[in-house]
Nanobody, 126 residues
């Protein structure tokens, strides 16, 4: 059974930065495309960024393009989400999951092919 563990969430001021981590076990990340999703209070969970298994391709939703960067280090079985110029509307619980980035609807929950982690809370507020 694949296990995903997110970390790195925090309270940050608008304009600030955070880096989230997603540790995957026991399988190696070599086999998986990974996406970051987020769920704000009262809203549905949606993807924000996706990276292919060998990191040759990334995708982002428009709301985070130019601000967020997804990456992965297969040797550490860890995926990352670098979030810059954070805005209050980025406040959410962030989750990682395995999803085929080639899926045209990769940013939708049904694209997920494995379990969710427990999530990590990001709050952007002054």
């Amino acid at each position: 059974q694949l296990h995903l563990e997110e970390s790195g969430g925090d309270l940050v001021q608008p304009g600030g930065s955070l880096r989230l981590s997603c540790l995957v076990s026991p399988d190696t990340l070599d086999y998986y495309d990974i996406a970051w999703f987020r769920q704000a209070s009262g809203k549905e969970r949606e993807g924000v960024a996706c990276i292919t298994s060998s990191s040759e391709s990334t995708k982002y939703v428009d709301s985070v393009k130019g601000r967020f960067i997804i990456s992965k280090d297969n040797s550490k079985n860890t995926a990352y989400l670098q979030m810059n110029n954070l805005k209050p509307e980025d406040t959410a619980i962030y989750y990682c999951g395995t999803v085929p980035c080639s899926d045209s609807r990769w940013y939708k929950v049904p694209a997920i092919t494995g379990p969710w982690g427990q999530g990590t809370q990001v709050i952007v507020s002054s």
